[in-house]
């Protein structure tokens, strides 16, 4: 089975604070995501990557940034975190660039910015 | 560009009850389609999927057939049970190579 594990399950930190949070899955796989969300909104993608050092802006990019320095890995860091940014945040891979709709997701990290 | 649109929630019903959740979309091209659920405490899962016109795709006794003409995705399931109790996510994939997402959807079964 793909698994997909996320740091933390819950985050507490304070405006200005950086931020990083850490997804890992375990099945190789070209695709990785990071989504917010929110309640009435769904979820919303942040950014992605197709590759190793490669991103790509989603929807809601503003705010955010991520690295990917390894395949497996793929980091979501809020630069000055802001209360606006309080949501759950959830992290997908799936397998190939060329079809990335069934997405295996993590548990999510439900961050607090006080 | 690509949207999902999902009946609002909350619904409730009870145990053995007959479920609907309308899903319609606006995309361009061909797009595959999806039903995701998120339970309580999780990550979402795929549910079901239909990459083309009329396909059907069914799990768990759900099911969802394309309706390219009516541009809809609504998920059905005959007999509801209290494990079903999560909330659903329609979703879409087109040529942005992106899922987008409609809000979901909280689906609670009382005994």
């Known amino acids: 089975d793909v698994k997909v594990t996320q740091s933390s399950r819950y985050l507490v930190k304070r405006t200005g604070e950086k931020v990083f949070l850490e997804c890992v899955q375990d099945m190789d796989h070209e695709n990785m995501f990071w989504y917010r969300q929110d309640p009435g909104l769904g979820l919303r993608l942040i950014y992605f990557s197709y590759d190793v050092k490669m991103k790509e802006k989603g929807d809601i990019p503003e705010g955010y940034s991520v690295s990917r320095e390894k395949k497996e890995r793929f980091s979501l860091i809020l630069e000055s975190a802001s209360t606006n940014q309080t949501s759950m945040y959830l992290c997908?891979?799936?397998?190939?660039?060329?079809?990335?709709?069934?997405?295996?997701f993590g548990p999510g990290t439900r961050l607090t910015v006080t | 560009g690509n949207s999902v649109t999902q009946m609002e929630g909350p619904v409730t019903l009870s145990e053995e009850a007959f479920l609907t959740i309308n899903c319609t979309y606006t995309a361009t091209g061909y797009p595959s389609l999806f039903w995701y659920v998120q339970y309580p405490g999780e990550g979402l899962q795929l549910l079901l999927k239909?990459?083309?016109?009329?396909d059907k795709g069914s799990n768990k006794g759900f099911e969802a057939t394309y309706r390219k003409e009516t541009t809809s995705f609504h998920l059905e399931k005959g007999s509801v049970q209290v494990s079903d109790s999560a909330v659903y996510f329609c979703?879409?994939?087109?040529?942005?190579?992106?899922?987008?997402f409609g809000s979901g959807t909280q689906l609670t079964v009382l005994p």
């Open positions: 239909a990459t083309k016109a009329d």
């Open positions: 997908a891979s799936s397998f190939s660039a060329s079809w990335v709709g069934e997405q295996y």
């Open positions: 979703a879409l994939s087109g040529s942005a190579r992106q899922l987008t």
